[in-house]
């Protein structure tokens, strides 16, 4: 009996012991922060932050700074889901359906750039208004994404509805890059393209029919906005912190010296794609983006609402789609 009184006590000693070496570590301090962004204009401040390497002289020697470039929304969706992307420059739509799928778990933290995207038609092509896109194929770069819901809308505006809900507008997924050639064929009427891919179709045969102020709420919408992993923000409440002001200064930087900061940001292009901007292209398409820390919380409230009819996402978000309320 005495035997077994000794090992029991030993055994709640090291039970015990277990238990405050636990204690005494806490969690696991953050050695790299691992952020997400396309290599499109935008998502300037993340480029011009990349290039000029100010995200990693804020947060110190000790903290590494992973930089990731997606190349579509629903991959860089997955990064953040599987922990592999902390903060990401991503659309308020794949913004909306990871706070939906994640119940919360991404939220969005800041807004990034507004607009930005124009509807353009074929040369020699009779469309003049939206009415007149009836009977005929509007390409998007990607269905489900921001272009394709402000297409949505504007249909819906004008009395259209896409042939997949009974009418007769034609709406195809074109990857940006092969609009022109798609559109030379004669595959398509018109197209909802971001920039800088207005500017460059415009720059061929392409012809303006609503401009960046003209197809979604004045222009006053999000087209890139920031969002983070709850638990990463909630571990590292400082990062974020240092984020925001780095994130912040840049918009200011983009603003304020346009000519300086746009040519580090297609000086940054080149390095990562092997592929500049015209620097007419880049100008032109500045023209149209607006580069805003402030969120349109409507605009994004509203995108939230058409992804659920269209039924892209199965609820609407709650009070943590974002994180300041």
């Not at 932050?49 to 995200?55: T, V």
Request: with cysteine.
């Amino acid at each position: 009996m005495k035997v077994l009184k000794k090992l029991f006590l030993a055994g709640i000693v090291v039970i015990m012991g277990i238990g405050s070496i636990g204690c005494g570590k806490g969690k696991e301090e953050t050695n790299e922060v691992s952020i997400g962004y396309f290599n499109n204009i935008t998502h300037a401040q993340a480029l011009l932050m990349k290039s000029e390497g100010s995200l990693e002289k804020s947060f110190g020697e000790d903290k590494k700074v992973k930089w990731t470039a997606f190349n579509a929304g629903p991959a860089e969706v997955e990064a953040l889901f599987s922990g592999d992307i902390d903060i990401g420059y991503i659309g308020p739509v794949p913004a909306i359906s990871a706070n939906v799928k994640s119940k919360g778990d991404v939220s969005i933290l800041s807004g990034a750039t507004k607009a930005g995207a124009v509807l353009v038609r074929r040369k020699g092509s009779s469309i003049n208004s939206v009415k007149d896109l009836s009977g005929k194929v509007v390409a998007i770069p990607q269905i489900g994404n921001t272009q394709h819901l402000c297409l949505l809308d504007l249909l819906a505006e004008n009395g259209l509805k896409p042939d997949t809900e009974g009418g007769d507008v034609k709406v195809a997924a074109v990857a940006n890059a092969d609009v022109a050639n798609t559109m030379a064929r004669g595959d398509i009427d018109a197209a909802f393209v971001p920039e800088p891919w207005g500017a460059t179709l415009l720059e061929k045969d392409a012809e303006l029919v609503l401009d960046y102020n003209e197809v979604y709420r004045n222009g006053e919408y999000d087209v890139a906005v920031v969002v983070v992993r709850k638990e990463f923000q909630e571990e590292n409440p400082e990062l974020v912190e240092k984020f925001l002001k780095e994130h912040e200064a840049a918009t200011v930087k983009i603003n304020e010296d346009k000519d300086t900061t746009l040519k580090k940001i297609n000086e940054e292009l080149d390095s990562a794609t092997g592929k500049s901007l015209g620097e007419n292209i880049i100008k032109e398409s500045f023209e149209r983006i607006g580069v805003s820390t402030e969120l349109n919380r409507d605009a994004v409230l509203e995108f939230a609402d058409i992804s659920k009819n269209q039924k892209f996402i199965n609820e609407l978000p709650g009070d943590d789609l974002f994180v300041n309320k």
